[in-house]
């Protein structure tokens, strides 16, 4: 729904910045463009959040296995080897986020191109004053 959201926010934002009518076209493309920069923004956030969270979940896993003797090899096997595919994940969730939102941002850039169209073509020259009225 964020990605949809995301792609509609663009949309609307480029119909508010060009006063002629948006074509779904360019919705799509804005929409686009909009889930492109949602998944490398992820990616940066992912990285940076991994970064600082990596000591406190090798503590955690440290602990957890100490204190619990009796866990299956599969599940120590698991909770020991956690942190070390973190970069797989990392890359597995940037491939699944760039797909997953490049199509779902550009339904929203579509829908958005749609629903917040500029039909009325902008005015030649400012304001007009109403005629004068005739004298009596």
């Known amino acids: 729904m964020w990605v949809i959201s995301g792609g509609v926010l663009a949309a609307y934002l480029e119909q508010q910045r060009d006063p002629t009518p948006i074509t779904p076209g360019r919705g799509a493309l804005t929409g686009l463009v909009s889930g492109v920069i949602g998944a490398v923004v992820w990616l940066i956030a992912s990285v ?33 080897s956690f942190g070390a595919n973190s970069s797989l994940r990392v890359v597995f969730g940037f491939v699944l986020f760039l797909c997953v939102g490049a199509i779902f941002s550009t339904l929203g850039g579509v829908l958005g191109a749609a629903f917040f169209r500029n039909d009325v073509p902008p005015a030649l020259g400012g304001p007009t004053a109403p005629p004068p009225l005739p004298p009596l």
């Open 48 to 80: 940076a959040l991994n970064a600082l969270m990596a000591p406190l979940q090798q503590r955690l896993a440290g602990e957890f296995m100490r204190s619990a003797r009796d866990i299956p090899p599969e599940v120590r096997a698991m909770v020991e």
